[in-house]
C-alpha cells in the first residue's frame, strides 16, 4: 500500500495533486509521501514483536536528512556503508548505539570516525579488515563491537547484481571458515564479538531463500556458543522486496517474514536486527516527469520525457520495471496503446520501458514514476550536465522541498580550472 492515489481525476501524493508539485517545482522532481514511509517502518517493527529487536533502515536505499529523521523519530536505528552515510544518520539525530557500519571497504578513516563518534557495531566482512579495526580500536583505547559476516552460501534468486549470499559473490566470510574466523577475532585486542551477521541479497519475492539462511545461522550460533563465543545479537540483513509491477504476484508480508525469523532463530534468546532498505522507502516515492515530445518512429512511438537515465537508472541497470501512469486519470476502459518510454540521454540505454501499453499521452503531460523511493534519487547523477532532480516531501495536505534542483552556475562552480591551462 502506497499514499499515491487518484482523486478527482488527478494523482495526489496524500493530499497534495502531483500537478501543483510540478507547477511550482518543476520537472522531474522526486516525491516522497511521510505516511508511507512511516507506515513500512512500523509495519516491519510490528513484524518482529515479541522479540528484542531492532530495525535499521539501510541508509543507502534512500539517503535524504529529511526522511532519515522520520525514521529516527520513530525509533529506528540505521544501517550505514560510507562514512558520509555514517555522517547523515547521526544528522539527523540516530545516536551511535543505533547505528550499524556494513560494507566490504571500510576505511581505517571511517573506522575511527565511528569509534569515536559512537557505534553500535561493525559488521565485518574479512580477516584484512577485522585486523584493521583491531588496530585503531587499539590506538584510541577503545572495545569495538563487531559481528562477522557470514556467506551462507544461498540462491536468493534475484537479480545477479544485487545477490550477496552465494559463494561467488564479494561478501562477508565462507560459513565453512566461521569458527576460525571467529577464534581469531577473539583474540585480538579492540574487538568485542558480539554475534553473527547475513545478509543475502536485495529485491526477494520469495522466503524459502530467507528460511534457509536463517537455519544455517541457528546452526552456527550453536557451534560459536559452544566454542565460548558471547552470540547475543543476529543481524539478520534486509533484502525483502517490493511489487515493482502491479501485475506481479505481491511479495511476502513483512509479518510473513516476522514469522520466518521466529521459527528459525527465535529460540535462540538473541536480540534480532534486520536492515530493510527498499521495502521502507521504495513506495514511499515516485519520479515525477513530463512528456517533451511524442515521436512517431518505425514501426513504433516514442514517449520522449524530460526524466532520464541520470535520474532514474534502475532500468538501464538492472532492467528494472516500473510503472508509469498518467498524472491525469484515464477514463474507465479507455483505449491505451503501446509506447518506448525513453529519456533525452544521447545513450539507447536511457530507456524506461518498450512497448509498455499506456493511455494515448501527448506534449506536457504528466506522468509518474511508482515505487522509485528506494535507489532512485541516492544512484541519480550529473551524466550530460543535467541537473539533479529535487526531492519533495508530503504530509497531509503540504509539501516541502528536501532537496532543491542545483543551478546551472552551481554545477559549474564545482570545476576547477588550473591557473596554467
Same mark, same amino acid.
Given at each position: 500500500m502506497d499514499h499515491f492515489l487518484y482523486r478527482d481525476g488527478l494523482l495526489h501524493a496524500e493530499d497534495v495533486p502531483l500537478d501543483d508539485i510540478a507547477a511550482t517545482v518543476g520537472t522531474p522532481a522526486y516525491v516522497y509521501s511521510h505516511a508511507t514511509l512511516l507506515r513500512h517502518f512500523t509495519l516491519f517493527d510490528e513484524a518482529l514483536a515479541g522479540m528484542p529487536h531492532l530495525v535499521c533502515y539501510s541508509v543507502k536505499a534512500s539517503s535524504n #536528512?529529511?526522511?532519515?529523521?522520520?525514521?529516527?523519530?520513530? !525509533?529506528?536505528?540505521?544501517?550505514?556503508?560510507?562514512?558520509?552515510?555514517?555522517?547523515?544518520?547521526?544528522?539527523?539525530? =540516530?545516536?551511535?548505539?543505533?547505528?550499524?557500519?556494513?560494507? +566490504?571497504?571500510?576505511?581505517?578513516?571511517?573506522?575511527?570516525?565511528?569509534?569515536?563518534? !559512537?557505534?553500535?557495531? @561493525?559488521?565485518? *566482512?574479512? %580477516?584484512?579488515?577485522?585486523?584493521?579495526?583491531?588496530? =585503531?580500536? =587499539?590506538?584510541?583505547?577503545? %572495545?569495538?563491537?563487531?559481528?562477522?559476516?557470514?556467506?551462507?552460501?544461498?540462491?536468493?534468486?534475484?537479480?545477479?547484481?544485487?545477490?550477496? &549470499?552465494?559463494?561467488?559473490?564479494?561478501?562477508?566470510?565462507?560459513?565453512?571458515?566461521?569458527?576460525?574466523?571467529?577464534? %581469531?577475532?577473539?583474540?585480538?585486542? !579492540? #574487538?568485542?564479538?558480539?554475534?553473527?551477521?547475513?545478509?543475502?541479497?536485495?529485491?526477494?519475492?520469495?522466503?524459502?531463500?530467507? *528460511?534457509?539462511?536463517?537455519?544455517? +545461522?541457528?546452526?552456527?550460533?550453536?557451534?560459536?556458543?559452544?566454542?565460548?563465543?558471547?552470540?547475543?545479537? #543476529?543481524?539478520?540483513?534486509?533484502?525483502?522486496?517490493?511489487?515493482? *509491477?502491479?501485475?506481479?504476484?505481491?511479495?511476502?508480508?513483512?509479518?510473513?517474514?516476522?514469522?520466518?525469523?521466529?521459527?528459525?532463530?527465535?529460540?535462540? &534468546?538473541?536480540?534480532?536486527?534486520?536492515?530493510?532498505?527498499?521495502?521502507?522507502?521504495?513506495?514511499?516515492?515516485? #519520479?515525477?516527469?513530463?512528456?517533451?515530445?511524442?515521436?512517431? &518512429?518505425?514501426?513504433?512511438? @516514442?514517449?520522449?520525457?524530460d526524466a532520464a537515465m541520470n535520474d532514474l537508472i534502475r532500468p538501464a541497470m538492472y532492467d528494472a520495471w516500473h510503472d508509469i501512469v498518467p498524472v491525469a486519470e484515464p477514463a474507465a476502459g479507455a483505449e491505451t496503446r503501446p509506447y518506448d518510454v525513453v529519456g533525452p540521454i544521447c545513450e539507447s540505454g536511457d530507456t524506461f520501458a518498450k512497448g509498455r501499453p499506456m493511455s494515448p499521452l501527448r506534449e506536457g503531460d504528466l506522468v509518474a514514476f511508482r515505487s522509485a523511493g528506494a535507489y532512485g534519487a541516492v544512484m541519480s547523477s550529473e551524466y550530460n550536465s543535467r541537473l539533479l532532480a529535487p526531492e519533495v516531501l508530503v504530509r497531509r495536505d503540504h509539501f516541502a522541498v528536501i532537496r532543491p534542483r542545483p543551478s546551472f552556475d552551481d554545477m559549474l562552480a564545482r570545476d576547477r580550472v588550473p591557473e596554467w591551462i
Open positions: #536528512l529529511a526522511l532519515l529523521s522520520i525514521l529516527a523519530e520513530a !525509533g529506528a536505528g540505521m544501517d550505514v556503508v560510507s562514512e558520509g552515510e555514517y555522517r547523515r544518520a547521526r544528522a539527523a539525530g =540516530v545516536p551511535g548505539e543505533r547505528i550499524v557500519f556494513s560494507g +566490504v571497504g571500510k576505511t581505517r578513516p571511517e573506522m575511527r570516525t565511528a569509534l569515536e563518534g !559512537g557505534i553500535r557495531q @561493525f559488521n565485518l *566482512e574479512s %580477516e584484512p579488515e577485522m585486523r584493521a579495526l583491531s588496530e =585503531v580500536a =587499539v590506538s584510541l583505547g577503545v %572495545e569495538a563491537p563487531v559481528t562477522i559476516r557470514v556467506n551462507p552460501d544461498v540462491d536468493a534468486r534475484t537479480h545477479a547484481k544485487i545477490s550477496t &549470499g552465494k559463494s561467488e559473490n564479494k561478501f562477508g566470510i565462507p560459513i565453512a571458515r566461521a569458527r576460525e574466523v571467529y577464534a %581469531e577475532a577473539a583474540k585480538l585486542p !579492540g #574487538l568485542r564479538v558480539v554475534g553473527i551477521d547475513v545478509h543475502i541479497g536485495s529485491q526477494l519475492t520469495e522466503l524459502e531463500p530467507f *528460511e534457509t539462511a536463517y537455519r544455517k +545461522v541457528a546452526e552456527l550460533t550453536a557451534a560459536l556458543r559452544a566454542d565460548g563465543h558471547a552470540i547475543d545479537r #543476529l543481524d539478520l540483513g534486509g533484502g525483502l522486496g517490493i511489487p515493482y *509491477e502491479r501485475s506481479n504476484s505481491a511479495p511476502p508480508l513483512p509479518v510473513e517474514y516476522g514469522e520466518v525469523v521466529k521459527r528459525t532463530v527465535g529460540q535462540l &534468546g538473541c536480540e534480532i536486527q534486520i536492515e530493510p532498505g527498499r521495502l521502507i522507502a521504495g513506495n514511499a516515492g515516485i #519520479l515525477l516527469s513530463r512528456v517533451v515530445y511524442v515521436k512517431q &518512429g518505425e514501426g513504433r512511438d @516514442f514517449l520522449i520525457l
